[in-house]
């Protein structure tokens, strides 16, 4: 009789615990502990209120009107269980995450399609052993160099410039800076 007062009381107790990390798992117990002793509580109490033998009561007591009185009451006490208003709030939030996974899947597949063809393609190019700077260059022009437009590759070294300043310029630069920071 105590079972019809639960809408859904099976939890899946063991899908949970897959879910829950290693740090937490003490928790996780302790909680469904209190919640299966919770359920073992309920269960054991009767789902109708306790009869009363009023007969026997209206034997023993002798004051008038009294008995009748506390059964009249007892019988109009009515305990109503809360009315279950978070059930639909949560079905509606399952549905719509549900289509949210649904949606990240559809996405994710496309990003695997490309990444599969990307994939494809690179196993088609030549081993790079075997490949020259002609072959690179129209693989992947923006990793080649171009003098005209990108004179370098980051991070710039001073290998990078040799065709920029001839070397006896530079440093007789450097020796006109050290003469002016002298003066």
Not at 72 to 99: N, R
Not at 111 to 140: N, R, V, W
Not at 153 to 168: G, L, M, R, T
């Amino acid at each position: 009789m105590a079972s019809k007062r639960i809408a859904q009381s099976s939890v899946n107790w063991a899908a949970i615990a897959e879910r829950v990390p290693e740090a937490d798992k003490a928790s996780y117990l302790a909680f469904k502990a209190k919640s299966d002793g919770y359920l073992r509580k309920m269960l054991a109490a009767p789902a109708e209120p306790l009869k009363i033998d009023w007969a026997s009561y209206k034997n023993k007591i002798t004051v008038p009107g009294l008995v009748d009185n506390f059964e009249k009451l007892y019988s109009a006490i009515k305990i109503p269980y809360p009315e279950d208003k978070y059930t639909p709030a949560i079905d509606k939030h399952e549905k719509e995450i549900i289509k949210g996974i649904e949606t990240f899947k559809a996405e994710s597949e496309v990003i695997i399609k490309e990444a599969e063809k990307k994939i494809a393609e690179i196993h088609s190019l030549l081993p790079f052993g075997q490949m020259t700077y002609e072959d690179a260059a129209y693989i992947q022009p923006e990793l080649t160099l171009d003098l005209e437009n990108k004179p370098s590759f980051w991070p710039h070294q001073e290998i990078d410039y040799i065709n920029d300043e001839p070397e006896e310029e530079s440093l007789q630069i450097e020796e006109q800076k050290k003469i002016d920071a002298a003066h």
